[in-house]
T-cell receptor, first 113, second 113 residues
Framework: DAKTTQPTSMDCAEGRAANLPCNHSTISGNEYVYWYRQIHSQGPQYIIHGLKNNETNEMASLIITEDRKSSTLILPHATLRDTAVYYC??????????????FGPGTSLSVIP | GAVVSQHPSRVICKSGTSVKIECRSLDFQATTMFWYRQFPKQSLMLMATSNEGSKATYEQGVEKDKFLINHASLTLSTLTVTSAHPEDSSFYICSPQTSGEQFFGPGTRLTVL
């Protein structure tokens, strides 16, 4: 059974913020929220991950709700190169205990000029 | 970030031949290697998991005698598609893991004629 649900597709205007939602209502206390993206014909690229606090890096921001049942990936200024399939994944990720990354269908984001 | 290479990046072969795909972790040692495949317009599907020096564990529906995995060292794993058929045409992606973090190769596009 899928641990996350995401919209199938989204459009975003170039230069605008892209907000990609993800529901993970059955997340466990030791599971992190990970985001990857896959540009056509390339391997998946890591974007960001978090446990319960909001996170930001040079690529994106991750906002996790207080109950941890959902999260939003924010690309602050989307460019055409951000057109890709975005995958939200929950997994345990510790040195001594980890889950393999299982991909759902993801959200296909199209950035429009 | 961690660097993962795959070779070849694309290969075309005749039906009935065998194809070997190499995956190397260039700047870290991978205790575990995952192999995924991706059919057009579909998500990545996990094929098998291997630990260095051990036999691979295959996901349900993946033939272990057809997809031979060798993980002889911490920096190299190979996937051999034996007696390839047109239905094996796919995008194959390796994913080495260390300390709970998974990284992804750029993928190998296999076309079987």
């Amino acid at each position: 059974d899928a641990k996350t649900t995401q919209p199938t597709s989204m459009d975003c205007a170039e230069g605008r913020a892209a907000n990609l939602p993800c529901n993970h209502s059955t997340i466990s206390g030791n599971e992190y929220v990970y985001w990857y993206r896959q540009i056509h014909s390339q391997g998946p690229q890591y974007i960001i991950h978090g446990l319960k606090n909001n996170e930001t890096n040079e690529m994106a921001s991750l906002i996790i709700t207080e109950d941890r049942k959902s999260s939003t990936l924010i690309l602050p200024h989307a460019t055409l190169r951000d057109t890709a399939v975005y995958y939200c994944i929950v997994r345990v990720s510790l040195k001594t205990s980890y889950d393999k990354v299982i991909f759902g269908p993801g959200t296909s984001l199209s950035v429009i000029p | 970030g961690a660097v993962v290479s795959q070779h070849p990046s694309r290969v075309i072969c005749k039906s009935g031949t065998s194809v070997k795909i190499e995956c190397r972790s260039l700047d870290f040692q991978a205790t575990t290697m995952f192999w995924y495949r991706q059919f057009p317009k579909q998500s990545l599907m996990l094929m098998a998991t291997s630990n260095e020096g051990s036999k691979a564990t295959y996901e349900q529906g993946v033939e272990k005698d057809k997809f031979l995995i060798n993980h002889a060292s911490l920096t190299l794993s190979t996937l051999t598609v034996t007696s390839a058929h047109p239905e094996d045409s796919s995008f194959y992606i390796c994913s080495p893991q260390t300390s709970g973090e998974q990284f992804f190769g750029p993928g190998t596009r296999l076309t079987v004629l």
